[in-house]
């Protein structure tokens, strides 16, 4: 059986220790003059290959070899696909129920845990480097490749070329292209063997280029940094990324907690609070038992309403968030990383009725939410802070529970039929 988190770290202050993507992880390249969004095209085959030969002067000036700029570029190819992708918004977003349980299974749980014994000395060694223990690893390596089992099938140099010549991103995708020929020119794998997602994330831990160029590294001594064929690359490169994000190996991502009832909900905004200051409201672990007297800040997360479970997320909750700005995604590595290790369960799992908002659904909430004097922001379909803090305050006055969440409750209130057509 799986040695227990527990027992993976040091005994001491355990009430709180444990022991795409990097897409929107800080860039890796120096600032460098991308081609102006205003110069990209929308891909005429003319227009295309001008802004080609545009990328390929721009990636020698940074320092790609004339030889490989030209190579790659010469044969790089439009792909209609990408863009489609690139413009296709879900028509309706994931409850947090769905998003969770298709990512954290009992199928993905017991797969990590055979993988922890079978790596067990290559992860212990990323652990000994970095501090970053080996579920949170292999949690990681199973939401990105599903371990490893799906890397993508695009070309690289292909998806790259095809969004930096779109008008919508272009200054982003010339950085990746540019990162991607400079890996390519490095020797780290051939150009036909450069194949990731549509957006361009590679390998057994999807990084994009410029992560690539900052964080990755030759783990089996082999000359050459290769995250598709070298999983000691792979991991010890995933350790090395987190490390840079200043992860704490003492303390563990979070944990799910209990609240009392007539619990404040208001308070659950993002603000972070020590321990101590939890435990005084009344919250307590999952089982019911007090919360440690740690010196430690958290914030307290209620990603499916008051309805649902909840959580105090720690420092290394930031540090997830770091490779992927979700909260859903942090809460899905954390969560699987502690079933990878021993743990069961969540003890108040999300309620799997409530309905699932589409991005013309929201945007009638934020309507109506602005109509009705509290301010959400941009009617943009995106649930972002200033839309959840209307919901508050929306809820405060009609007498709902302030959590934030667009429940039926809410939704009721506001006229919003969430029904698909």
């Keep these: 059986m799986l040695t227990k988190l527990a027992r993976i770290l040091p005994n001491r202050r355990m009430a709180c220790r444990l022991s795409v993507s990097a897409f929107l992880a800080t860039s890796s390249l120096p600032v460098m003059s991308a081609i102006a969004d205003s110069d990209a095209v929308l891909a005429s085959p003319e227009g295309f290959e001008e802004c080609k030969l545009k990328l390929q002067e721009k990636a020698i000036a940074a320092g790609v070899s004339a030889k490989t700029a030209q190579d790659v570029m010469t044969g790089v190819k439009h792909l209609d696909r990408v863009i489609e992708l690139d413009r296709r918004q879900p028509e309706f977003t994931t409850t947090f129920a769905d998003y969770l349980n298709r990512r954290v299974n009992d199928s993905r749980v017991s797969k990590g845990r055979e993988l922890i ?3 067990s000395e290559l992860l212990a060694r990323v652990t000994r480097e970095t501090g970053v223990p080996a579920p949170y690893l292999v949690a990681f390596w199973g939401l990105e490749t599903n371990f490893g089992s799906y890397f993508g099938k695009m070309s690289v140099p292909d998806s790259l070329t095809t969004l930096a010549c779109d008008a919508r991103r272009s200054s982003f995708f010339t950085e990746q292209l540019i990162a991607a020929l400079r890996i390519i020119d490095e020797g780290a794998i051939p ?9 361009g994330a590679m390998g057994h831990v999807q990084f994009m280029p410029t992560v690539f160029l900052k964080h990755a590294v030759d783990a089996d001594g082999d000359g050459r940094r290769d995250l598709w064929n070298s999983l000691p690359d792979a991991m010890m490169s995933a350790g090395r990324f987190l490390e840079s994000m200043n992860w704490d190996g003492e303390y563990r991502w979070g944990r799910e ?14 603000r ?17 038992k007090p919360l440690g007297r740690e010196d430690i800040a958290a914030a307290l997360i209620v990603p499916a309403g008051h309805e649902g479970p909840a959580f105090l997320a720690y420092h290394n909750f930031k540090v997830i968030m770091g490779w992927n700005r979700s909260e859903f995604y942090a809460i ?7 079933r990878i290790a021993g743990a069961g369960m969540l003890q108040n799992p999300p309620p799997e009725d409530t309905p699932a908002l589409s991005r013309d659904n929201i945007i009638q909430l934020q309507e109506q939410l602005e ?7 941009k009617p943009d379909g995106i649930m972002g802070p200033a839309t959840r803090t209307a ?14 969440y667009p429940g039926s409750a809410v939704l009721g ?3 919003i039929d969430t029904a698909p057509e």
């Design 117 to 119: 014994k079978e790596h």
């Design 191 to 199: 150009v036909e063997q450069m194949e990731g997602s549509w957006a």
């Design 257 to 270: 907690v209990l609240l009392p009832e007539n619990f404040d909900y208001s308070i659950a905004d993002g």
């Design 272 to 288: 972070r609070l020590n321990l101590n200051k939890w435990r005084e409201l009344g919250i307590t672990d999952a089982f019911g």
């Design 332 to 338: 899905a590595v954390g969560h699987l990383a502690d």
């Design 371 to 377: 109509q009705r004097g509290y301010s959400a922001g």
């Design 391 to 404: 919901i508050r305050k929306f809820q405060v006055a009609n007498g709902l529970v302030a959590d934030g």
């Design 413 to 415: 209130k506001l006229n």
